[in-house]
T-cell receptor
Framework: AQSVTQLGSHVSVSEGALVLLRCNYS??????LFWYVQYPNQGLQLLLK??????LVKGINGFEAEFKKSETSFHLTKPSAHMSDAAEYFC???????????FGQGTTLQVKP | NAGVTQTPKFQVLKTGQSMTLQCAQD?????MSWYRQDPGMGLRLIHY???????DQGEVPNGYNVSRSTTEDFPLRLLSAAPSQTSVYFC?????????????FGEGSRLTVL
């Protein structure tokens, strides 16, 4: 079965601190993995994705994520949080053979001054 | 989002009324999906399609019907709306050719059922 789990529905960090948002998945076939960000009353914006190749993926706004097959994880990180990073973040897994796309429940990131 | 047209953006219904959310893509993608987004629950898959004439249920299919008569269109039908269907709905178009994992989303439809 295909599933996505985001650990922590709310994460709070201080401005300038490391951001770590956790995502674990299950998939019976090699997955494609995504991180999206959503600001209030807006649509989804792609941060980064992993399909094949290099397991460390760099995205927009200084975010990156590493695909770890042995840990079935795709955690999102950013070395230094900015106030503008406050938003909701979604991890998603896409089955490469069925086209079924599943999202995690989301993590709200709060950045404190 | 370029390539996916989702309408309407806003709709208010009374309990028991029916309506159709439209979704169209012009990228010749084989896969399309419908999601609902509710606070604290992320985006939940309602129905998805792997090609014209083929649809399947997602995580929360009850109360919704879909069809895929053409590659381009994937409408979502509410036959008898209920207040529990108040939500924001997103359509997605997915391309897997060449291992690119292309995802495009509609702008969303905010539905209120009174």
């Amino acid at each position: 079965a295909q599933s996505v789990t985001q650990l922590g529905s709310h994460v709070s960090v201080s401005e300038g601190a490391l951001v770590l948002l956790r995502c674990n998945y299950s998939s019976s076939v090699p997955p494609y993995l995504f991180w999206y960000v959503q600001y209030p009353n807006q649509g989804l914006q792609l941060l980064l994705k992993y399909t094949t190749g290099a397991t460390l993926v760099k995205g927009i706004n200084g975010f990156e994520a590493e695909f770890k097959k042995s840990e079935t994880s795709f955690h999102l990180t950013k070395p230094s949080a900015h106030m503008s990073d406050a938003a909701e973040y979604f991890c998603a897994v896409l089955s490469s053979n069925t086209g079924k796309l599943i999202f995690g429940q989301g993590t709200t990131l709060q950045v404190k001054p | 989002n370029a390539g996916v047209t989702q309408t309407p953006k806003f709709q208010v219904l009374k309990t028991g009324q029916s309506m159709t959310l439209q979704c169209a893509q012009d990228m010749n993608h084989e896969y399309m999906s419908w999601y609902r987004q509710d606070p604290g629950m992320g985006l939940r898959l309602i129905h998805y399609s792997v090609g014209a004439g083929i649809t399947d249920q997602g995580e929360v299919p009850n109360g919704y019907n879909v069809s895929r008569s053409t590659t381009e269109d994937f409408p979502l039908r509410l036959l008898s709306a209920a207040p529990s269907q108040t939500s924001v709905y997103f359509c997605a178009s997915i391309g897997l050719a060449g291992n690119t994992g292309e995802l495009f989303f509609g702008e969303g439809s905010r539905l209120t059922v009174l």
